[in-house]
């Protein structure tokens, strides 16, 4: 297995708090995305990165910000949470393969992250 | 608009039956392919990927892919109660790093 760590799992805040969601992986991948996962929207991208220091956004990026200082770790903020942005959050990572191939991404187990 | 299209289902099969799943993308200029499966309540999890017309085999699980129809499919042989679950698949553009996905397709494997 790919090694994904999410943190936390699980939380549970409160509409209007800041929130974090770290991603750290131990594959040395380039690349690193954030996605939530809603029932019926299937996986959506909210900001991916392309290196340390390297952002862009997805296609569902407005009231979350990234930051990678480390090839290893990428940060999800959420800098004042709303009950909308409730969902299951799951950080991925993906490598350029040979003569520039596509490489599938790899997830990790996910964040369900709760805002009341 | 890139778009990859599948039918949510679910599509129900008996044990030891093949699963068939399909799945449409409409950019043509995709290249790279991939198909996982996500239980409920966990993360999705690569099965295959597949670059070249035609088809490739992994056990009990074969994706097909058709670029000039612009389709991919997963056929599942000998299917398994532990095989129901969601089936999301994925299409790339040649050195895009960022795929698009469907929605999936749930796969109920009934004994």
């Known amino acids: 297995d790919a090694g994904i760590t999410q943190s936390p799992r699980h939380k549970v805040t409160e509409t209007g708090t800041p929130v974090t969601l770290r991603c750290h992986q131990t594959?040395?991948?380039?690349?690193m995305y954030w996605y939530r996962q809603d029932p019926g929207h299937g996986l959506r991208l909210i900001h991916y990165?392309?290196?340390?220091?390297?952002?862009d956004k997805g296609e569902v990026s407005d009231g979350y910000s990234v930051s990678r200082s480390k090839t290893e770790d990428f940060l999800l903020t959420l800098e004042s949470a709303t009950s909308s942005q409730t969902s299951v959050y799951f950080c991925?990572?993906?490598?350029?393969?040979?003569?520039?191939?596509?490489?599938?991404?790899?997830f990790g187990d996910g964040t369900r992250l709760s805002i009341l | 608009q890139k778009e990859v299209e599948q039918n949510s289902g679910p599509l129900s099969v008996p044990e030891g039956a093949i699963a068939s799943l399909n799945c449409t993308y409409s950019?043509?200029?995709?290249?790279?392919f991939f198909w996982y499966r996500q239980y409920s309540g966990k993360s999705p999890e690569l099965i295959m990927s597949?670059?070249?017309?035609g088809d490739k085999e992994d056990g009990r699980f074969t994706a097909q892919l058709n670029k000039a129809s612009q389709y991919v499919s997963l056929l599942i042989r000998d299917s398994q109660p532990s095989d129901s679950a969601t089936y999301l698949c994925?299409?790339?553009?040649?050195?895009?790093?960022?795929?698009?996905f469907g929605r999936g397709t749930s796969l109920i494997v009934h004994p």
């Open positions: 994925a299409a790339a553009r040649g050195g895009s790093y960022i795929p698009t």
């Open positions: 594959e040395n991948h380039r690349y």
């Open positions: 991925a990572i993906s490598e350029t393969g040979a003569m520039g191939s596509n490489q599938p991404q790899h």
């Open positions: 990165s392309y290196g340390v220091k390297d952002t």
């Open positions: 597949i670059y070249s017309n």
């Open positions: 950019d043509r200029v995709s290249q790279s």
